[in-house]
């Protein structure tokens, strides 16, 4: 038997227990050995819950039993979860999280100290709750150089970008709504500025680059300033507009953002709507792979915290080798970065005179038109340094909105 402790009996945690409690005999069997549940902490009771017979509210009591060999820690936040994970660690149990936060914070950190005491840290659901992406890039992607991972990694503004683009409704009133229907946080800050999806591209980055990527050196836009109008000219392109978390390597450098983008109908997250997320890789010898599911929610990603369960139980005593060293990773600077731009300016009814300044600041564009938009001037233009397209925009008066392009 292996016996396990639960940090945290909020929305994944209580997930946890329930996957565990549901399909036990379908999970001890690829575990090979029998799955307990000894200890959940919480500084909250439960009453009339089962879970209340082995609640505890001291950290202490799990970390000074022998007989606990795996943690899961699904409380979020760095602390105490940080000082909790580590302690598991140096005590020779391995842990199993869910916190994007602390992984993209001292994944490496300890990553390294399960290494030294043979035991694990994994974190399949910090990234894309249910969507296995960690270890088939860990594990099955080994022999390709990735040199691409582009993601929709965040459900709650994929949720709201799809009901913006489908019923051409304001971000105000959306977001509401997906409040309203359990889709966003009542602080929903993290997701609809960026700060969720910048944590998950962080990770993949550094388990792909094999060093630590800070998710504060990667340049972040929400989509606080999408409006209805710029999917009026979207739909005329036939494309769609995403938040996406994108890591590309050129040359020997990876180079990491988070931001809105308007992208065409061959790409391979064009169809990725709703509270889904999608991951697009790109190797060397592989070429293109998708990972597409359900990228948040109690039991998705409970599920893919229990699926790291079973691989600890299937490692007692064996380290899993993660590449990701401590050593940080130099991100190309975003200045230098190369996308082409979609822009709105007002129409100032000087025509050749406009369209002049436009070509003299960006080059030859193309010129996009929507139905039931007037006063306004719309174009993409060519590939561009984020620096020059900056120095180029900032002469311009009257910018009602910028997003890059991808096709």
């Given at each position: 038997?292996?016996?396990?402790?639960?940090?945290?009996?909020?929305?994944?945690?209580?997930?946890?227990?329930?996957?565990?409690?549901?399909?036990?005999d379908s999970i001890n069997k690829r575990a090979g050995k029998d799955?307990?549940?000894?200890?959940?902490?919480?500084?909250?009771?439960?009453?009339?819950?089962?879970?209340?017979?082995?609640?505890?509210?001291?950290?202490?009591?799990?970390?000074?039993?022998?007989?606990?060999?795996i943690v899961v820690e699904v409380m979020g936040g760095v602390e105490?979860?940080?000082?909790?994970?580590?302690?598991?660690?140096?005590?020779?149990?391995?842990?199993?999280?869910?916190?994007?936060?602390?992984?993209?914070?001292?994944?490496?950190?300890?990553?390294?100290?399960?290494?030294?005491?043979?035991?694990?840290?994994?974190?399949?659901?910090?990234?894309?709750?249910?969507?296995?992406?960690?270890?088939?890039?860990?594990?099955?992607?080994?022999a390709d150089e990735i040199t691409e991972i582009t993601g929709i990694?965040?459900?709650?503004?994929?949720?709201?970008?799809?009901?913006?683009?489908?019923?051409?409704?304001?971000?105000?009133?959306?977001?509401?709504?997906?409040?309203?229907?359990?889709?966003?946080?009542?602080?929903?800050?993290?997701?609809?500025?960026?700060?969720?999806?910048?944590?998950?591209?962080?990770?993949?980055?550094?388990?792909?680059?094999?060093?630590?990527?800070?998710?504060?050196?990667?340049?972040?836009?929400?989509?606080?300033?999408?409006?209805?109008?710029?999917?009026?000219?979207?739909?005329?392109?036939?494309?769609?507009?995403?938040?996406?978390?994108?890591?590309?390597?050129?040359?020997?450098?990876?180079?990491?953002?988070?931001?809105?983008?308007?992208?065409?109908?061959?790409?391979?997250?064009?169809?990725?709507?709703?509270?889904?997320?999608?991951?697009?890789?790109?190797?060397?010898?592989?070429?293109?792979?998708?990972?597409?599911?359900?990228?948040?929610?109690?039991?998705?990603?409970?599920?893919?915290?229990?699926?790291?369960?079973?691989?600890?139980?299937?490692?007692?005593?064996?380290?899993?080798?993660?590449?990701?060293?401590?050593?940080?990773?130099?991100?190309?600077?975003?200045?230098?970065?190369?996308?082409?731009?979609?822009?709105?300016?007002?129409?100032?009814?000087?025509?050749?005179?406009?369209?002049?300044?436009?070509?003299?600041?960006?080059?030859?564009?193309?010129?996009?038109?929507?139905?039931?938009?007037?006063?306004?001037?719309?174009?993409?233009?060519?590939?561009?340094?984020?620096?020059?397209?900056?120095?180029?925009?900032?002469?311009?008066?009257?910018?009602?909105?910028?997003?890059?392009?991808?096709?």
């Open positions: 038997m292996v016996n396990i402790a639960v940090l945290g009996y909020g929305t994944v945690g209580s997930g946890v227990v329930e996957v565990i409690n549901t399909n036990h799955i307990n549940i000894k200890y959940v902490l919480d500084l909250r009771d439960f009453e009339g819950d089962p879970v209340q017979e082995i609640l505890v509210h001291d950290f202490d009591v799990i970390l000074k039993d022998p007989e606990v060999n105490p979860a940080y000082t909790f994970t580590k302690d598991a660690l140096l005590a020779g149990k391995s842990v199993c999280t869910s916190n994007k936060e602390l992984v993209a914070k001292h994944g490496a950190e300890l990553l390294s100290i399960a290494r030294e005491n043979k035991v694990n840290y994994l974190f399949e659901a910090s990234v894309g709750g249910g969507i296995p992406i960690i270890r088939p890039l860990n594990s099955s992607l080994t990694l965040n459900g709650t503004t994929n949720y709201i970008l799809t009901e913006m683009s489908e019923k051409g409704s304001a971000f105000e009133d959306v977001l509401k709504d997906a409040q309203e229907k359990g889709y966003a946080e009542r602080n929903p800050e993290a997701d609809v500025e960026g700060y969720d999806a910048c944590r998950k591209i962080a990770i993949l980055t550094s388990l792909v680059a094999g060093e630590q990527v800070d998710y504060e050196d990667i340049h972040t836009e929400g989509i606080t300033k999408i409006t209805e109008t710029d999917f009026k000219y979207a739909k005329e392109l036939k494309a769609s507009i995403k938040l996406l978390g994108t890591s590309k390597k050129i040359g020997d450098t990876f180079y990491s953002m988070v931001a809105p983008v308007m992208i065409g109908p061959n790409h391979p997250l064009i169809s990725v709507n709703g509270v889904f997320n999608g991951i697009f890789v790109h190797g060397n010898v592989l070429d293109d792979v998708m990972f597409y599911g359900r990228g948040a929610g109690k039991l998705p990603t409970a599920s893919a915290v229990v699926s790291d369960i079973v691989d600890a139980v299937k490692h007692i005593n064996t380290n899993i080798i993660t590449i990701w060293a401590e050593k940080k990773s130099r991100l190309g600077k975003f200045e230098d970065f190369e996308n082409k731009f979609f822009v709105r300016l007002k129409d100032k009814g000087f025509e050749d005179d406009q369209l002049l300044e436009i070509k003299n600041a960006f080059g030859n564009v193309l010129y996009v038109k929507a139905s039931d938009v007037e006063d306004e001037l719309a174009f993409i233009t060519e590939p561009m340094k984020e620096s020059d397209f900056a120095k180029c925009i900032d002469g311009f008066e009257d910018v009602y909105s910028v997003i890059r392009v991808d096709f």
